[in-house]
C-alpha cells in the first residue's frame, strides 16, 4: 500500500518559518520525482516545488522562488519543504504528491499518489 504522510504544518507569523515533511512508503521512493502542491478553497491545486528522483534538480513556483527549499532524503524515504519569508498568502493546504516518473511534473495530473495534506495559517 503506497501512504504518504505529511508534518510539520501549523501556525506562524509573517516572515517566520515551517518545514514541512513526507514519510513514503509502499514503492520504491527514489526511482520517482517527488512534489509539494497547494491549495486553497475553491482553487485548483497548484505546483510549489518539484524534485527529481536524484535530487539533482528542482523547480519552484515564481512566488516562491528564493523562499521555499525542497529536499530529499532516499535513505529516508523523506521529503522535505523549507519554507522562509512566509507570507499571509501561503496559508492553505500543502500536499505531498509521488511522481509518476523521475523528472519533474508542474501539473497535478502527473502524479499517482498524495498525502492527506497539512494546514500552513501564516498571521500578519
Known amino acids: 500500500q503506497v501512504l504518504l504522510v505529511e508534518s510539520g504544518g501549523g501556525l506562524v507569523q509573517a516572515g517566520g518559518s515551517l518545514r514541512l515533511s513526507c514519510a513514503a512508503s509502499g514503492r520504491t521512493f527514489s526511482n520517482y520525482a517527488m512534489g509539494w502542491f497547494r491549495q486553497a478553497p475553491g482553487k485548483e491545486r497548484e505546483f510549489v516545488a518539484g524534485i527529481t528522483w536524484s535530487g539533482g534538480s528542482t523547480s519552484y513556483l515564481d512566488s516562491v522562488e528564493g523562499r521555499f527549499t525542497i529536499s530529499r532524503d532516499n535513505a529516508k524515504n523523506t521529503v522535505h519543504l523549507q519554507m522562509n519569508s512566509l507570507k499571509t498568502e501561503d496559508t492553505v493546504v500543502y500536499y505531498c504528491?509521488?511522481?509518476?516518473?523521475?523528472?519533474?511534473?508542474?501539473?497535478?495530473?502527473?502524479?499517482?499518489?498524495w498525502g492527506q495534506g497539512t494546514q500552513v495559517t501564516v498571521s500578519s
Open positions: 504528491a509521488w511522481g509518476q516518473s523521475r523528472v519533474i511534473v508542474r501539473d497535478s495530473a502527473g502524479y499517482g499518489y
